[in-house]
């Protein structure tokens, strides 16, 4: 079974705090991914990461960064928090295959920024 | 571009009627055509997807959906509802290219005993 964990299910912090929030996957996928789902907005691409070091900006990078120095890991960093980036923040990956594969998602974390 | 367009973003029916989730599309290429479904305070897991072979495509728990070139369509079906179907829906479209999908704004599934 593929398996993306998110450290953390729940997180409070307050404007102006660096938030990282990380993601591991199992399944030695080249892809991963960094969304934002707010209600009826759907699912936002904020960035995306094809291989280690490598890392492209999606739909709305303003205000975030991403690193990944490991191929099993991607973090989201919120470099100073506002109260518009409190949102459900979803990690996924999947294989390097143009589109047609899966991709398999974290539980979520759920962010409030104060 | 791509884009993705969910019909309704909260759909009731009742306990063993007929579910019909209505997605379009609109793609340059030939699309890679997903369904995923979240259960509340879970990810997103995918019930189904189309990649250019059979046009009915078949996912888990029942459901189905048919892509539809000359509507660009790829509405999700069920035949009969059931409690645990209740979920927020999302359908997703990429393109041949890149390993983006585009996901639509969702359509919240509710089943009425």
């Known amino acids: 079974d593929v398996k993306v964990t998110q450290s953390s299910r729940y997180l409070v912090k307050r404007t102006g705090e660096k938030v990282f929030l990380e993601c591991v996957q199992d399944?030695?996928?080249?892809?991963m991914f960094w969304y934002r789902q707010d209600p009826g907005l759907g699912l936002r691409l904020i960035y995306f990461s094809y291989d280690v070091k490598m890392k492209e900006k999606g739909d709305i990078p303003e205000g975030y960064s991403v690193s990944r120095e490991k191929k099993e890991r991607f973090s989201l960093i919120l470099e100073s928090a506002s109260t518009n980036q409190t949102s459900m923040y979803l990690c996924a990956s999947s294989p390097l295959d143009r589109g047609q594969e899966t991709q398999y998602f974290g539980p979520g974390t759920r962010l409030l920024v104060l | 571009a791509q884009s993705v367009t969910q019909l309704g973003s909260h759909v009731s029916v009742s306990e063993g009627a007929l579910v019909l989730l209505r997605c379009n599309y609109s793609s340059s290429v030939p699309p890679y055509l997903f369904w995923y479904v979240q259960y509340p305070n879970q990810g997103l897991q995918l019930l189904l997807k189309y990649t250019s072979a059979a046009t009915l495509v078949k996912g888990i728990n029942g459901f189905e959906a048919e892509f539809k070139k000359s509507e660009t369509s790829f509405h999700l079906t069920k035949p009969s509802a059931h409690m645990s179907d209740a979920a927020e829906y999302f359908c997703?479209?990429?393109?041949?290219?890149?390993?983006?999908?585009?996901f639509g704004k969702g359509t919240r599934l509710h089943i009425l005993p």
């Open positions: 399944m030695d996928h080249e892809n």
């Open positions: 997703a479209v990429s393109d041949r290219g890149g390993d983006k999908i585009i």
